[in-house]
């Protein structure tokens, strides 16, 4: 099972090299519109340490609140709210709990749903395109499957999610071009990996390993414990330099002599480190790394390195850890289908008027039902549905954007789905009104997807409702540079450039301002 875990290390440069050119312009928009909400991201094994990585980018960049879960945790307490970004992260989108997982987020109707994977036609990419609003990012590398643990794919991830969010915002931090720039410093990569190698032997005269990492190091030090446990390579715990202050320093008093520090340190963290490390017993075997640049650039660099530093004690105890042999029980664990939505928030049982509740509230019923309101919306529910079947309706107004056309299709045509419902309505006799802040772009995009015998039935309101006007009038939008009668007397009183799309300039005259009130449908 699995591949030797060497020959993927060997092809880590490839994967840079691919990660580092293949175009990101869907990331880069995904990323984007997910930049100005709290973040979610979700993933399992190496995954996971691609979500903790993704999380830090969000706040560092986006200066807003992100959390990296495992599936379990984001079906079972992820929030309610809609309004956040969910990512759900899989290397090959065959993993029965990641695919539950994205389930479960659609469910939760969050204000942007995205997938990366490293698998192009996967199930997981199959099922994210039975959903129109929720977008994906899918891509092949040459080193296809990683072996027992994640190597490639993990990178490509790392790459990539830096790539995405130094592009939004606009940063001058660029990566490397290469693993050789960003990683070597001028050594070639045998030189670097005996030097690594020599460097780390005596952490492998200890019984134990205590990682003490920095900020941007974070990533790293989570995955570098995932594969000593996962491929059995020894024990290995994890602490910050403040809350390694905070009583994890004590496992040094008590068993410093089978323990050796391995200390990731960046320039942000430099000083702390070292005023850290002073403090301790001489008799502490220590070894320290030092990885220069910006977070970014760090990040990726103390990956890699961890990379190797797997490779290292793999060596020492005998263990490929690309295929460290897996038990057949620990192939039950792994394809055991645990994970379902779950039974009591948004399972088969749940009823419609739950559903909707929670919907509405953005709360679960357990937290209604402690407040004595649960009777209350569900008594509201009940007489809601039954006012609206008395009711018969002649007209319908819809918003555009994120309504009637999702955000990843702005630029494109409406769903056939969707033309095929607006299509019912409309044969059906209802009018239908359409309310948008864009101008021409929604009027070509409504006359290519909906039959020209039913433009008469069609209202759009242009620019918010400044110009409303039927789908087969070619007079709106109005780009002509005389207002309307009705509008005249504000614009000789205003002064406002007219034209359209541009932005209204407005000077203001010391007048009597009188508007005869008109009707201003067309």
Known sequence: ??????????????????????????????VASSASLPLLVTGSGGALTAAHFMSALHQRFAQTVAKAVTTLDFIESSPVTREVAIW???????????????????LREPQHLFVLCAKSGSPLSRLVARYSYAGIFDFDLPSQKDGFLATNSLLAFFVL??????????????????????LYDGKTANEYHSLLREYCISLWERDYISVLYSI??????????????????????????????????????KRGKSTALLVLITQAEKELAEKTLQLLPSDISIVQLYFA??????????????FY????????????????????????????????????????????????IMRKTGTIPEILTSFGELDFWRQSYEEFIQKMQRVSFA????????????????????????????????????????????????????????????????????????????????QHPNFSEKP???????????????????????????????????????
């Open 1 to 30: 099972m699995g591949k030797p875990y060497f020959s993927e290390l060997q092809q880590l440069a490839d994967t840079y090299s691919i990660a580092m050119t293949l175009n990101i312009d869907r990331l880069v928009a995904a």
């Open 88 to 106: 759900c992260l899989s290397a090959g989108g065959k993993n029965s709990d990641i695919q539950a997982a994205f389930k479960t987020a659609v």
């Open 161 to 182: 999610l830096a790539r995405a969010y130094h592009q939004v915002f606009d940063t001058s931090k660029e990566l490397p071009e290469n693993l050789a720039e960003l």
């Open 216 to 253: 941007p190091t974070h990533p790293a030090a989570i995955d570098l414990e995932s594969k000593f446990v996962e491929a059995a390579l020894g024990s290995l715990h994890l602490a910050d330099y403040r809350n390694f202050a905070h009583g994890r320093h004590h496992w040094l008093a």
């Open 293 to 306: 640049g910006n977070e970014t650039v760090a990040a990726i660099k103390a990956l890699v390195t961890c």
């Open 309 to 356: 530093i797997v490779s290292f004690a793999g060596e020492r105890r005998g263990i490929d850890p690309g295929r460290p042999g897996v038990p057949p029980f620990g192939q039950q664990l792994y394809n055991l289908r645990a994970l379902g939505t779950p039974s009591v928030r948004f399972g088969k049982d749940t009823d419609i008027a739950t559903f909707c």
């Open 395 to 474: 007209a319908i107004i819809f918003d555009y954007d994120g309504t009637l056309c999702d955000g990843s299709d702005r630029f494109g045509s409406l769903s056939s789905k969707m033309t095929k419902e607006l299509s019912r309505l409309l044969k059906a006799g209802i009018v239908i009104g359409v309310a948008t802040g864009r101008g021409k772009s929604v009027k070509e995009a409504l006359r290519e997807a909906i039959p020209k015998r039913y433009w008469q039935q069609i209202l759009v309101g242009y620019y918010n409702g400044a110009d409303c006007g039927l789908l087969d009038d070619d």
């Open 484 to 522: 309307c009668i009705e509008l005249a007397p504000l614009a000789e009183a205003f002064q406002i450039d007219i034209r359209l799309p541009k932005m209204a300039q407005i000077t203001v005259r010391k007048k009597q301002i009188t508007v005869e009130a008109k009707s201003l449908a067309p």
